[in-house]
């Protein structure tokens, strides 16, 4: 995407990370991640997420090679910005790496990665990245200072955090609406392909759907706990058509 051209599809990315969180609270391998992957593609999800943290706490080293193994849809591999995960993406090259935030002590990623703030140490890694054809996104807050950071960084894709969004109400939702929607539309019209994900829920999402410029949400934890009461597919079948109505 460049010069600010509207995607004519809004993609649905899931994240199977917590089907592996429900697995490795008791060990062995069911529910496997690898099944989820496979529902994915026949519910009509166009991408699978995987975020491989320090700790392992949910997807493990071997599900990545399995994950890419089982499906031909694109992987987009969360990583935090370190030697270690860099090393990974590069052996395995998924679609796509996701830059995020992490923190050892936090249950789920708390908000955007400080790209201003950490340039230097972002910098070698995108190039690294990006020269075995992975292509780089950064999650950020959708702030004019990180959008710039990304420009200057160079990536291709920056995923907004809509989570300030999602747990906002009234008023205060309106204003959180606004500044995606600014953002969106800023890194569209410098080439930047605009995402956005983040406790992103069939109440709130057709909003963020709407924005003509995003042309990807990646939603995992609501689709998991959803499929608890009426199955994984059915869960992403849902979400995929609320979307489409937004749009």
């Known amino acids: 995407m460049s ?23 008791r060990g062995g391998d069911h529910p496997d991640p690898v099944r989820a992957a496979a529902i994915v593609r026949a519910a009509g999800g166009d991408g699978i997420t995987a975020h491989l943290r320090e700790d392992r706490r949910h997807i493990r080293d071997d599900d990545l090679d399995r994950i890419l193994a089982a499906t031909d849809l694109p992987l987009n591999l969360e990583m935090a910005a370190t030697e270690e995960m860099l090393e990974i993406a590069l052996r395995h090259r998924p679609h796509a790496a996701c830059i995020v935030p992490e923190k050892r002590e936090e249950r789920t990623t ?7 703030g ?17 292509r780089v996104s950064l999650f950020i807050a959708p702030e004019i200072r990180q959008l710039d950071a990304a ?47 983040h406790g992103l829920t069939y109440d709130n999402v057709q909003a963020i759907a709407a924005i003509p410029q995003l042309a ?32």
């Open 3 to 25: 010069g600010g051209k509207i995607p004519d599809f809004l993609r649905l990315g899931v994240n199977i990370d917590h089907v592996a969180t429900i697995r490795n609270a």
């Open 110 to 116: 708390e908000g955007g990665l400080d790209a201003a």
């Open 118 to 134: 950490q340039h230097n140490r972002l910098q070698p890694i995108v190039h690294r990245l990006a020269d075995a054809g992975i």
């Open 151 to 197: 420009i200057k960084l160079g990536v291709p894709v920056v995923e907004f955090h809509t989570g300030d969004y999602a747990h906002a109400s009234g008023e205060s939702r309106t204003v959180e609406l606004r500044r995606i929607a600014d953002m969106a539309a800023l890194a569209a019209k410098n080439g930047i392909e605009p995402h956005a994900g």
């Open 216 to 247: 990807e949400l990646n939603i995992g934890h609501y689709l998991i706990g959803e499929a608890v009461f009426t199955g994984l597919e059915a869960a992403i079948r849902r979400m995929r058509d609320l979307m489409d109505a937004a749009r």
